[in-house]
């Protein structure tokens, strides 16, 4: 089974390079976020060409900001929308949604951003992210959650911790959060692979950002032991941040049990001149702005 995660920053903006990619990567189960779209609007763009493909579709999504979802050929059950009891901002968003696939509980999640720490909106994502610990705590055993966390683990999965102090995405406690929903058992399935490696995932659209390779390690795939154990290959695919029209995101991708591509590397393909890791250009948490919220 091939898993994947991808923040398309807008699906309908993302259909030229979603619809490809899928033909070409050909993944079992993909959890997108940030699609910014209403169901039925979801449904009436890529209803049918998903169908073509053999993809069910789990779908919790809102009009202009947020929204996710799950695309599955490998059995779609037990959906839910959400999470119980979730804080909102004040109402409820559309940051969740879950579904069982092939046996494995799948979690497709974007995390509130933060904006500026200390912010209300920096207490709304811990208060979530308390919630969304007791929705994992209480799941199966097989069990993945998938998506943009807004939260690099650790300071190797920044380019320059140094250009973050002050940010959001990396104070101790969006961390300690992070660190306690890993406790329930959760396996960064990307960095224990490679553990010593260079690994982003998103990358600012400002000029020179990706082509520096000046980014950030936010997209994540936590997967159970008993998943992470069939886990045979675990890469960002960089490829589908090139060329024109990409979200500023790249998939992440984990092949259980067979890697069709084999074990082919952290990133692919990896970059060809990244920046000094002392590089400091203006950071996207400075603009405070609802995008990306």
Request: hydrophobic fraction near 40%; charged fraction near 25%.
């Amino acid at each position: 089974m091939r898993i994947a995660t991808w923040n398309v920053n807008s699906v309908k903006q993302r259909v030229p390079r979603l619809l490809p990619w899928l033909d070409e990567r050909q993944p079992d189960v993909v959890c997108l976020q940030e699609t910014k779209c209403p169901d039925d609007a979801f449904t009436d763009l890529l209803g049918g060409e998903l169908a073509d493909r053999g993809y069910e579709v789990a779908l919790h999504g809102e009009a202009t900001w947020n929204g996710v979802a799950i695309l599955s050929r490998a059995g779609l059950d037990e959906v839910q929308q959400g999470l119980p009891g979730a804080p909102g901002f004040p109402d409820p968003e559309a940051r969740a949604v879950s579904a069982t696939c092939g046996g494995i509980r799948v979690v497709s999640v974007y995390v509130p951003n933060g904006r500026v720490p200390e912010s209300d909106h920096y207490r709304y994502k811990l208060a979530w992210m308390a919630s969304l610990k007791e929705f994992v705590a209480a799941g199966p055993d097989d069990q993945v959650v998938c998506g943009d966390m807004n939260i690099a683990p650790a300071d190797e999965d920044v380019f320059n911790p140094e250009a973050y102090e002050g940010h959001t995405h990396v104070t101790p406690a969006e961390r300690a959060a992070l660190v306690e929903l890993e406790d329930l058992g959760l396996h960064d399935v990307v960095r224990e692979r490679w553990p010593d490696e260079r690994v982003f995932t998103y990358w600012d659209y400002r000029a020179g950002m990706f082509h520096q390779d000046l980014g950030m390690r936010i997209d994540l795939v936590l997967a159970s032991g008993s998943v992470a154990d069939r886990a045979q290959a675990a890469w960002v695919d960089r490829q589908a941040r090139k060329g024109s029209g990409p979200s500023d995101h790249a998939p992440v991708v984990v092949d259980l049990d067979a890697a069709p591509d084999g074990n082919i590397g952290p990133v692919v393909p990896p970059p060809s001149s990244p920046a000094p890791r002392h590089a400091r250009p203006k950071l996207p948490q400075g603009d405070l702005t609802p995008e990306g919220a």
